[in-house]
């Protein structure tokens, strides 16, 4: 059965967005066909449903890996695993089987490296992140795992389609030389937003939302600079300035909470 990408709609500056209800693999495919390189991520499916698109729930192209007795890792983009069709096929094999789709352990000890080299950057910028706590939990905008998710529409989002928190639940095994690697699940809007990392369900025919971009970029929210690259710059320009003005003795103590505040301006608008 060949499964069909539909359009749904066009988002003005961002792209052509496609809806699919397949098992990921097939999902995958019918995305291909129409020039959809992945699953949407989830400040994507935000900005659709901020659109007024589809408030529709989605799978997203950010995989929690997890390994025993260690912090569970969020990657996105093309360090997901489950981007790749072979392992898309074998992910879909192990959830039709009701396992977990299990990889050796140094897919972990890859993705720790990289939320290690980036844990100084703003969570928006991050290709991986270390979810701070176990199990379940709500997410507010403070949160760095939804500045991470959601990108510059964490502000918007949480304001026009929660009631401030958003239901996030963890990825877990006690299952030793071995890593678990499985999607994060974005629902709707109705039923809280939930951000579930623990389904096992790819082998079904859930809908996943796959953007077109305009641009031809892999996301339109990376265009221009990053907000950790405008945080460096202030650090920099702000006691430069106080300088000039002669007031360098309070550089040391307005720096901070200035690049602070501005880089909050920006995440909020």
Request: proline residues 4%.
């Amino acid at each position: 059965m060949a499964y069909v990408a539909k359009m749904i709609g066009s988002v003005d500056g961002f792209g052509d967005i496609y809806q699919v209800a397949a098992p990921l693999d097939k999902q995958l495919e019918a995305f291909g066909r129409v020039g959809v390189t992945s699953l949407a991520e989830p400040d994507e499916v935000a900005q659709i449903r901020l659109a007024g698109r589809s408030n529709d729930f989605s799978r997203t192209n950010v995989a929690p890996i997890v390994r025993k007795g260690a912090k569970t890792i969020l990657v996105r983009g093309v360090l997901n695993p489950l981007r790749n069709p072979l392992m898309a096929v074998a992910a879909v094999e192990a959830h039709r089987k009701g396992d977990y789709f299990e990889m050796q352990p140094d897919i972990y000890e890859a993705a720790e490296a990289v939320a290690k080299a980036q844990e100084t950057m703003a969570p928006e910028d991050m290709d991986a992140i270390f979810v701070s706590q176990e199990g379940d939990f709500d997410l507010t905008s403070e949160h760095a795992e939804a500045q991470f998710l959601l990108r510059r529409q964490a502000s918007s989002y949480f304001k026009q389609k929660t009631n401030g928190k958003i239901p996030f639940c963890g990825l877990s095994t006690n299952k030793k030389g071995i890593a678990v690697v499985n999607y994060v699940w974005f629902g709707d809007p109705q039923n809280g937003s939930l951000l579930n990392c623990r389904g096992r369900n790819l082998d079904n025919y859930s809908h996943a939302f796959g953007v077109r971009y305009f641009s031809g970029e892999a996301s339109a929210q990376n265009l221009g600079y990053t907000l950790t690259e405008i945080g460096k710059a202030n650090s920099q320009v702000i006691p430069a300035v106080l300088n000039e003005a002669g007031l360098s003795g309070i550089a040391e103590k307005v720096t901070l909470p200035l690049s602070k505040g501005l880089i909050e301006r920006l995440r909020t608008g």
